[in-house]
């Protein structure tokens, strides 16, 4: 971000946006692409059942992802308001301190979880079936959660310097390297789960690292010295929120839905949410890279006061989001099917009801990238109360509430209909939200 002068925002045009937002789109996308790959790998070098290890660890992964999401959205609208208001000075103070309560953060919550792993993991599914293998896989993968958590944080500190295509390459070098060293350790030296557990670990630390010594080499962000009191560093956190609770919300309603598929089509169920998600997890990445690009330019805009450039922002923006709204429900109808048979051949019953279940996702797809904008805006503004209320609604209350409904009333279909009800009832909260914030910053035509 220059420091010294307004980002040049109005003077994009729509495919100047999306030269800007493009890098930080792939960075998501190859991060959904690599859970994948990640699972289809165990699944072939291991076994199915093995792959329970890393669904029952999903709820953990998540929760240090979105710590770091947290931690780092947080800090960049602080941070980027502190710029727009010229406070350069505090800015760097406060980026240290961030950093300071992060590294504390990523050592005490894996330390309570080790503690505690037999009443949590049993929480998450463990049974005496898989036991086996989600304690091999935890034991390992938990002592890396440190480095996934400093190496979100270091992530979306980057893309608000606008090192977007370095942040890129980071991830490149740390899938890579996991989709690599999957191979190796499970089937050339045999390792089985545990090697996919080092191999996800390997990749975690290697990007972190590369960060480090980016950071280190090139001087970023301005540090300063000087201690920031936590109660100081609270409400930075808290603005981040929605992203902490959209994480492990998808961990939790993932166990949900893997146990309600369970009931009503027994194992290929599960097999089929996962797919789901998986699908679900890559399109809505497209909006999340949009918006951490997003974010941070609302929030120097609202930190300068400067409305006209945050309605310039936000139109833009929405104008990206529907266009490529259309591009994934395409793609979800007519992959469908050559997907489910991809996954299930030759079991065509499972097939048929992995389409089913796409096409519903599919439908999803057309308000979901809404619902991402509006935690994103309110985020950006740093109102870090409405955007974790959306999130808490959209994310846990709708979910719940319409899995249990739906499901009651039309059986295992309901499982994939309530997903299309709890987007389009968060598309529809989001824009009487925006219209009641519209009021203060004049934008409340945007929609």
Not at 98 to 105: D, E, G, N, Q
């Amino acid at each position: 971000m220059n420091k010294e002068t307004d980002m040049n925002v109005p003077s994009l045009s729509l495919a100047g946006l999306s030269k800007i937002v493009i890098p930080s789109v792939l960075v998501y996308m190859m991060i959904a692409m690599y859970g994948v790959v990640d699972s289809f790998l165990i699944a072939r070098l291991v076994n199915s059942t093995a792959i329970a290890a890393t669904n029952i660890f999903l709820p953990i992964g998540a929760l240090f992802t979105g710590l770091g999401y947290m931690i780092g959205t947080g800090a960049n609208a602080a941070i980027m308001e502190l710029h727009g208001k010229g406070s350069h000075d505090l800015a760097g103070r406060l980026c240290s301190g961030i950093l300071t309560y992060a590294l504390v953060i990523s050592l005490v919550c894996p330390a309570l979880i080790y503690i505690f792993r037999g009443q949590v993991l049993g929480f998450f599914g463990m049974t005496p079936g898989n036991e086996a293998y989600v304690l091999e896989y935890f034991n390992i993968l938990i002592l890396f959660m440190p480095a996934l958590l400093i190496s979100c944080v270091l992530n979306l500190l980057l893309i608000g310097q606008e090192a977007v295509m370095t942040v890129a390459l980071l991830e490149l070098c740390g899938g890579l390297t996991n989709c690599i060293l999957d191979v190796v350790l499970m089937k050339h030296f045999g390792l089985g789960i545990s090697g996919a557990a080092a191999a996800a670990g390997t990749g975690y630390l290697l990007q972190t690292v590369l960060a480090v010594i980016l950071i280190a080499r090139r001087r970023l962000f301005g540090f300063s010295p000087g201690f920031i009191p936590i109660k100081e560093i609270t409400p930075v956190f808290f603005n981040g929120i929605s992203e902490l609770l959209s994480m492990t919300s998808a961990g939790i309603l993932t166990i949900m839905l893997n146990r309600a598929a369970a009931d009503f089509y027994s194992s290929v169920g599960t097999s089929v949410v996962c797919v789901v998600s998986n699908v679900t997890y890559l399109s809505d990445s497209l909006f999340i890279g949009i918006m951490v690009v997003v974010e941070p330019m609302i929030a120097y805009f609202y930190g300068r006061d400067n409305r006209d450039e945050i309605r310039s922002i936000c139109k833009k923006t929405i104008t990206l989001i529907c266009i490529l709204t259309a591009v994934t429900v395409l793609s979800a109808v007519l992959a469908a099917r050559p997907l489910s048979d991809a996954y299930f051949h030759p079991d065509k019953e499972g097939a048929a009801l992995c389409t089913r279940a796409l096409l519903f996702a599919g439908a999803s797809f057309l308000f979901s990238g809404f619902g991402i904008f509006v935690s994103g805006y309110f985020t950006g503004c740093t109102d870090g109360k409405t955007s974790g209320l959306f999130s808490v609604l959209r994310n846990i209350v709708f979910c719940m509430f319409f899995l249990a409904v739906l499901t009651g009333i039309f059986g295992g279909i309901g499982i994939w209909a309530s997903i299309v009800a709890t987007q389009l009832s968060s598309a529809i909260l989001g824009f009487f939200l925006i219209k009641r914030q519209g009021y203060l910053l004049k934008i409340s035509h945007l929609v």
